[in-house]
Structures are given as C-alpha cells and as structure tokens.
C-alpha cells in the first residue's frame, strides 16, 4: 500500500524505452520501484523512431560504443521474448540484415572505407556488386553500385515493444505514475533523495535514474548536470503491402527505410538542431526522398500514411550518459542515447540494473561517465 510518506527503493524518472528497460531488468529483484511519466509513455523519441537495431551502420569506427551496441544486438532476441510472453504482445522483431548501399563515386569511396574497418568486425557481411546484388536484392534500382550486407542486424517496432513493455511492467507489479512532472530532485539527509512535481507533490526514494531522453536539462539538479540536446528528426511511413524486400536499407547522405511487417515502410530521417521543436517541414522530407529516387524509387509512388518526428537526446561526443552523478551515487543518469536508444535499451537495462543492484562495477562504463563534460 503507497501513502504520501513511502520512500520508494529506486523511483526512475521518465517512461520512454530507457526508463522501461530499466524497470525490466529490475522486474526480478526485492526492490520497489516507482516509474514516473509527466506524458504519454515514450511520447518524446521512442515512438518517433524507425526501430533499427544497426550497430555497424551508426558507427563511425571501432570503440566503446560499437561494443556496447553489439552487445546490446546480441540481447535484443531474449529481450523481445520475454517481454512478449509476459505481455502477450507483439513487438514486431524481425532478424532481417541490413544493407548500407552506394550509387556515386564519392559514395563507392566511403562505402570502400567502411568496409576496411568492418570486414573483421562483423558476423558472415559481404560487399556485393554487380549481378550478386541486384539477384539478391533485385528492389533495389540498377544506379545502386554496391552494398554491404550486415545479415545478422535487425529491427523492431519500438512504438510496440514499448507498449508490451508497459503492460509487463504492470503485470510484474512495477507501479507507473503518468502525467507526473518532475520539476526539482534534491538531496535529503540520510543518503535519501527526494523529487518534487510541478504539481508540488514531493517523491522519496533511496536511489532515483533520470531517464527523461532530451529533457534532462530542463529538470532543476544537483550540479554537475551533463548536457543533453535535443537533434529532431522528421520521418515519414507509406503504405506499401506489396513492397516484397524485408531488409533495411541506408542510403547516403543520412536516409533510410525499414519495411515492417503491417505493410509499412518507414522511411527517414531528418537531424536538426532547433532546439525543442518537433516540425515536419517539406523540405526536410525532401532531404531523404530525393536521394531515395536513386535507391528505390517505386516507394515514391506508395501512398503517404503518416509524417511525424521526435527528439533525440544528443550528447556532446555522441556517447550516451551510464552512472552515477559524481557527488550523489544514489542518483544516476541514464540518457543521451541519441541515434540507438532502442538498440541500445536492453543493454542499458542490464548496466543500469547492474550497478543500481550492485551486481556490476562503476569502471565498466567508464566510456559513459555522467561527469566527463565538467
Ligand atoms: C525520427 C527518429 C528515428 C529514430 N530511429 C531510431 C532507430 O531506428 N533505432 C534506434 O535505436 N533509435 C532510434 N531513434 C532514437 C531513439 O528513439 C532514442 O534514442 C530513444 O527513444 C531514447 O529513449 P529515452 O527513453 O531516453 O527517451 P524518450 O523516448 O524521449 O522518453 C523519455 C520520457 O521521459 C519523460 N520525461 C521527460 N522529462 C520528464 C520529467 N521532468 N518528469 C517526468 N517524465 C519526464 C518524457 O515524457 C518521455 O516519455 C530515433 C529517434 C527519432 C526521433
């Protein structure tokens, strides 16, 4: 029973795909957690994102946060089962590969580059041309010159494993509060922290995870706060139940589509930092359907379903925020996913849960330290 004078054993502030991991791993542990949402669960990123778990396409190069992506791909099987059988709904996980194409010289010559440093790097990938791609991936237009397959990526409908999420997390009996907004967290005596809501309520608890995504910096914290910025990306679906190609497909400069298995093909993505705005503009649509007229330009003639866009939360160095805050460990960041937040959900649920259990040591995210922009 939960009266105004509970002290909660760990309260998580925000319900998008990061907060709900968390709570997940959680799930069988003797603690009690609150999860607090001042929206829609998920409202601000994870139901704006296309759900690709893409590891080495969002990479630059090797480093700690392709590791920590990859180990996060080798999760995502065991993670969408179990919230499935608990929830008993679908989260639309299909192992489908990946391919990255090229269809200019200056685009051959990056393509080349990556796969350089990916060939080792990578489980059974392939650099096609000619003839093995087109036989392999005949949607594709003849002006693709070459591709690298990445067999063993995949994606998700994250709009739906949140929504399963959800429900298991209630099933497991984690109490959620939405439209709750957190204004201020403060430290009390005795190693306690205490959250007070725009509604003047305060929340008390032994150790609070801030998981707001983009809206870390609007919260009044204990200094010092790592900065967080809001990237919006414009996306878009058509409706194409015919469209027989199941891959994912990246094009240069930043586009791509994911097929998804309800007959939608989502097709994206803008990144614009304009502050707290979340538009859709025609030009910034245009800015991945004219290049796609060069990859695939039959989904130009599907009809328009749906136009949308969200916030990322973009760090600094484009790493995301994993621990604790350095003079108050019992409150801990986790945010900053930009790009991956969904790929990289169930391994921010395992680290997270890991430390906050104690189960894992704080020199493993080394990497992702909340305190390395002071
Ligand atoms: C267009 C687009 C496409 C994307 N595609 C992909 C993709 O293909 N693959 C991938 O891995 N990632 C993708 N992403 C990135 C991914 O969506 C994010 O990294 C991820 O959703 C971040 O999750 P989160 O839980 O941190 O944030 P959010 O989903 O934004 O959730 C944060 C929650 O906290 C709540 N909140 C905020 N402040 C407070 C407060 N003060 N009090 C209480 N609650 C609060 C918010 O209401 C929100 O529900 C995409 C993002 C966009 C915008």
Redo the contacts with the bound molecule.
């Keep these: 029973m939960e009266s105004k004078s509970t002290t909660w054993d760990i309260v998580i ?7 709900c991991s968390i709570a997940w791993f959680l799930r069988n542990t003797p603690y009690k957690v609150l999860l ?11 139901n ?6 893409g590891p080495l396409n969002e990479t630059e190069g090797p480093g700690p946060l392709l590791d920590l992506m990859q180990e996060s791909l080798a999760l995502y099987p065991d993670f969408v089962r179990d919230v499935q059988a608990t929830s008993g709904l679908s989260a639309d996980y299909v192992p489908s590969g990946i391919v990255s194409v090229a269809t200019t010289d200056s685009e051959m010559a990056q393509l080349e580059k990556r796969w350089l440093w990916q060939e080792q790097r990578g489980k059974d990938l392939a650099f096609l041309t000619g003839k093995s791609l087109h036989s392999t991936f005949p949607e594709l237009a003849q002006t693709v010159r070459a591709a690298i397959h990445y067999p063993h990526e995949s994606h998700v409908f ?1 709009p739906r494993l949140l929504r399963g999420l959800l429900s298991a997390l209630t099933r497991q009996g984690v109490s959620l509060r939405p439209g ?4 201020r967290i403060r430290p009390l005596a005795g190693n306690l922290l205490s959250a007070e809501t725009s509604s003047g309520d305060s929340i008390q608890g032994r150790k609070f995870v801030l ?5 870390l910096n ?2 009044e914290l204990p200094h010092p706060v790592p900065p967080v910025i809001p990237a919006n ?3 878009l679906s058509v409706r194409a139940p015919d469209f027989p190609m199941r891959t994912v497909v990246f094009y240069p400069p930043k586009g791509y589509f994911v097929p998804k298995l309800d007959g939608t093909v989502v097709i ?2 803008t990144e614009e930092l304009v502050g707290y705005q979340t538009r859709v503009t025609p030009g910034g649509l245009m800015e991945f359907l004219e290049p796609l007229r060069r990859v695939c330009p039959r989904l130009l003639d599907s009809p328009l379903q749906l136009t949308w ?5 973009k760090t600094p160095d484009g790493l995301p925020i994993l621990g604790s805050h350095p003079e108050h460990p019992n409150l801990l960041f986790a ?1 900053g ?8 959900a169930p391994v921010t649920g395992k680290k997270i849960s890991g430390l906050l259990t104690k189960q894992i040591d704080a020199r493993s995210l080394m990497d992702f330290r909340p305190e390395r922009f002071s």
Excluded: F, W
């Design positions: 502030v925000g319900a998008g795909i990061i907060g607090l949402e001042r929206a829609e669960p998920g409202g601000l990123a994870t704006a994102a296309a759900g690709i778990l994250a709750t907004s957190v204004r998981t707001p995504g983009a809206y609007e919260m990306g414009q996306i994206g993505a866009s969200g916030l990322r939360p945010t996913h930009y790009r991956n937040g969904i790929l990289l």
